[in-house]
């Protein structure tokens, strides 16, 4: 079976670059939380106050197409990062939160519709 999340390599060059700068005490888990939380902020902020519309093309427009590829960056660099940190396995929790989703949303049930099923207990 192949991978659905495959991030060694984004993983590595991130170690990396915290190393030789000899970052690792302040990567905690709470700061790389707040940090990923900050950039998602910056991520949201491109798109406040526009219309639905207008929302779909922010990364087409050349005004806000680099940022908005910047803050996927940095959003996806904290993130990877903070699982690293966490000894988290990406690969298997996606897997893990797929199957759960396929039983909380059955297609009979959840197709075309956007309520949120209670969760599992």
């Known amino acids: 079976m192949s991978k659905l999340v495959d991030v060694a390599g984004l993983q590595e060059a991130v170690a990396r670059f ?7 005490p302040f990567h905690s888990p709470k700061n790389l939380a ?4 900050g950039e998602v902020g910056e991520l949201v ?5 526009l219309s639905e519309s207008a929302s779909h093309e922010v990364a087409r427009n050349p005004a806000t197409a680099r940022a908005v590829r910047d803050e996927l960056a940095d959003v996806l660099i904290y993130f990877v990062r903070l699982a690293a940190v966490l000894e ?4 298997e929790a996606v ?12 297609v009979a049930s959840a197709r075309g519709n ?3 099923a209670p969760r599992e207990g």
């Open 45 to 49: 902020e491109l798109f406040q106050w």
């Open 95 to 106: 897997r893990s939160k797929l199957a759960s989703n396929e039983r909380r949303y059955p």
């Open 114 to 116: 956007s309520r949120k």
């Open 88 to 91: 988290v396995d990406l690969d």
């Open 34 to 37: 707040m940090a990923l939380t």
């Open 18 to 24: 915290v190393r030789e700068r000899e970052w690792e």
